[in-house]
T-cell receptor, first 113, second 113 residues
Framework: QKEVEQNSGPLSVPEGAIASLNCTYSDRGSQSFFWYRQYSGKSPELIMF????GDKEDGRFTAQLNKASQYVSLLIRDSQPSDSATYLC?????????????FGTGTLLAVQP | KAGVTQTPRYLIKTRGQQVTLSCSPISGHRSVSWYQQTPGQGLQFLFEYFSETQRNKGNFPGRFSGRQFSNSRSEMNVSTLELGDSALYLC????????????FGPGTRLLVL
């Protein structure tokens, strides 16, 4: 079982719709959860982080964390063509003093005009 | 505040050669991590440095090494290059505490011929 799993997609949504991206993780002790966006040929850009169960909103983005079910999701409201990118879920592990990130393989989002 | 910088941005090497990549973290960030990104394996953790000490290491052969200087700048070295080392090498910096958000540089794209 992979430590962090994401559906590779592509996930295609029409412009203006809500895009829902999901991620599951295997280590129940994982503490911090991050969503990065990566455009083709570019480096990952941080979108949101979440540490506690529940929802966290930032503009059009909402991160949701459910530690009991070991999943974290990212909702993008009013999706725009500029949101088309690969979305990477990452978690930190509880072992030791480290900022090591474990990444999923990413979900490709395509927003259709 | 300036972001993470990486040099060079692009490199072409031949098998058997060695390469050194450089990373300057965001001012005030003392933790530097390196990742390798390939289409087949995704983003994989190489190592993390804090206060000139390697704090964590990923599952890569000894040909991959790194170091950090007193000004928090970091270098990574790959010796005896193999074709499979062709990848995007990403540096990320963060505050020194564990579980901190990491910010990525633009990456160095290495092509091994």
């Amino acid at each position: 079982q992979k430590e962090v799993e994401q559906n590779s997609g592509p996930l295609s949504v029409p412009e203006g719709a809500i895009a829902s991206l999901n991620c599951t993780y295997s280590d129940r002790g994982s503490q911090s959860f991050f969503w990065y966006r990566q455009y083709s040929g570019k480096s990952p850009e941080l979108i949101m982080f979440i540490y506690s169960n529940g929802d966290k909103e930032d503009g059009r983005f909402t991160a949701q964390l459910n530690k009991a079910s070991q999943y974290v999701s990212l909702l993008i409201r009013d999706s725009q063509p500029s949101d088309s990118a690969t979305y990477l879920c990452a978690v930190t592990l509880p072992r030791g003093a480290t900022n090591k990130l474990i990444f999923g393989t990413g979900t490709l989002l395509a927003v259709q005009p | 505040k300036a972001g993470v910088t990486q040099t060079p941005r692009y490199l072409i090497k031949t098998r058997g050669q060695q390469v050194t990549l450089s990373c300057s973290p965001i001012s005030g960030h003392r933790s530097v991590s390196w990742y390798q990104q390939t289409p087949g394996q995704g983003l994989q953790f190489l190592f993390e440095y804090f206060s000139e000490t390697q704090r964590n290491k990923g599952n890569f052969p000894g040909r991959f090494s790194g170091r950090q200087f007193s000004n928090s700048r970091s270098e990574m070295n790959v010796s005896t290059l193999e074709l499979g080392d062709s990848a995007l090498y990403l540096c990320a910096s963060s505050l020194p505490s564990s579980q901190e958000t990491q910010y990525f540089g633009p990456g160095t794209r290495l092509l091994v011929l």
